[in-house]
């Protein structure tokens, strides 16, 4: 379908917009490019020989789709599947700090996540993130996709950004992916297309100010925010840039290694990335350091946090470094270097997710969660057994499966080495332990 006339002469002066090659993809059929990026420690060697993605050095691009469903390593968490372009928040945040990992992260329009994997990624068990989505499904379905990704350094809530006031320079970044207008995915997205419209722009850009004057105040003096769009329109990028600097001690910082990317353009204020130009669909992406000083407000109650001892220890790679923490979710794991900054998060946002759920004691048994089977900090030695790829699916279909090696207990199922959840070994079965809405849904044809 050819692109609405508006819409092309609404882009005919954006920054590095090209008309006649940005019209060329965007007609039918020129499939977009499908990418995934790896788990840094579940998704070692894997797609190896593809393509890389220029800007991320775990982003891989596929020469076809497959069906992820069926395919027990995304089930593990050893990829996610993610649009290219925006992958190159991990230059903003290697830009920014380097190679320090200390820092308290909120990711704010989080779900379904693929920011927030990245950053958790980025991460690797350090530092704090707080990734945080409004919409009560959509937090629902972020939660998942992180408790796949296995960190326990890692908080889901669900809550409105105006609600982050009390987090006073609590945060060192803090990165705004906001809802837009959604003119870049219009390649992948017929619909986007379809709703797209001049007032759908201004109302975005107005909703784009709300979250980001609401969610200001709780970055600390030279932390950095990272604002990306997946929208071409200087309404919802630029020229939404130029008036928060206008109103706001704040600097445009530049990141280099975008800068040396063929096809990447830097405008004004900011990186843009066309679909004509670059391996990916569209998107922009900016950094700013905020400059006025801002003290984290006092938080005097504390939790106290308590190590990592008996049965349970013997089921976490490194218990020194965590300690456990009750809470309405029950008994978690949590890196002991921020046990000092649950509380405040615990007191003023609706918290899905708190660290890694451990499970539960049974009397001289424990029963461990589904969230510590697919946690990085599991012990590789916990009893277990390696599937083939059809019984991994009648797995993730929630089956039973046979006893084949007279295994007793609770074992840990491994597909390709990687961990896909817990089953109870019966001398004539082993009962499925995946929660229920994690199963598969889609019928088998074997
Ligand atoms: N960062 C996500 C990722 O990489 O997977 C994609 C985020 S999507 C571009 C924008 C998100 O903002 C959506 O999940 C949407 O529900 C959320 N959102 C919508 N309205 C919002 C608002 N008023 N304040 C904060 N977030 C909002």
Redesign the pocket.
């Known amino acids: 379908m050819p692109l609405p006339d508006q819409f092309l002469a609404h882009l005919s002066h954006a920054p590095g917009f090209q008309l006649a090659s940005f019209a060329a993809v965007h007609e039918v059929p020129t499939p977009a490019p499908v990418s995934v990026r790896c788990h840094p420690r579940k998704g070692k060697h894997l797609f190896e020989g593809q393509a890389a993605v220029p800007w991320h050095e775990s982003g891989i691009y596929l020469s076809e789709r497959p069906d992820f469903t069926l395919d027990p390593l995304f089930h593990a968490g050893a990829y996610y599947v993610?649009e290219a372009s925006?992958m190159s928040i991990v230059q903003a945040l290697n830009a920014a700090f380097g190679t320090e990992r200390e820092l308290r992260v909120l990711?704010?329009?989080?779900?379904?996540?693929?920011?927030?994997t990245l950053i958790a990624s980025w991460l690797d068990g350090d530092g704090l993130l707080v990734a945080n989505?409004?919409?009560r499904n959509?937090a629902s379905v972020l939660k998942e996709n992180l408790d796949r990704w296995g960190y326990a350094n890692v908080v889901v809530s669900n809550n409105?950004?105006r609600q982050f006031a009390k987090l006073e320079a609590f945060f060192d970044a803090i990165?705004v992916?906001?809802?837009?207008s959604g003119s870049g995915m219009f390649r992948k997205d017929l619909d986007t297309q379809q709703h797209w419209s001049l007032e759908a722009v201004e109302h975005c850009s107005l909703?784009q100010k709300?979250?980001l004057e609401d969610v200001w105040p709780s970055l600390r003096e030279d932390g950095i925010l990272i604002y990306s769009?997946?929208s071409y329109s200087e309404a919802e990028n630029e020229a939404q840039i130029q008036s928060f600097l206008e109103a706001h001690d704040a600097e445009f910082v530049p990141i280099q290694e975008l800068e040396a990317v063929s096809g990447i353009v830097r405008s004004s204020l900011g990186y843009r990335f066309y679909p004509d130009q670059i391996r990916g669909e569209g998107f922009f992406l900016a950094m700013l350091r905020k400059k006025t000083p801002a003290e984290p407000r006092e938080q005097k109650s504390k939790l106290s946090s308590k190590a990592i001892s008996g049965l349970l220890a013997d089921w976490i790679a490194q218990p020194n470094e965590f300690s456990t923490l009750e809470s309405h979710l029950g008994l978690t794991l949590f890196p002991q270097p921020q046990f000092g900054h649950v509380r405040p998060l615990l007191k003023h946002l609706h918290i899905l997710k708190c660290g890694t759920l451990l499970g539960e004691q049974k009397g001289t048994r424990f029963l461990p969660d589904h969230e510590l089977a697919l946690s990085v900090h599991l012990t590789d030695e916990v009893p277990g057994f390696e599937v083939g790829k059809e019984e991994a699916l009648h797995y993730l279909k929630k089956e039973s499966l046979p006893n084949r090696h007279s295994l007793s207990g609770t074992q840990l199922l491994r597909y390709q080495g990687r961990a896909l959840g817990w089953g109870n070994a019966l001398p004539n079965r082993i009962n499925n332990g995946l929660p229920k809405s994690w199963r598969i849904r889609k019928e088998l044809d074997f």
């Open positions: 993610q925006s990711d704010l329009c989080a779900a379904p996540g693929g920011k927030s989505e409004v919409i959509r409105d950004p990165v992916d906001a809802p837009c909703r709300r979250i769009t997946c």
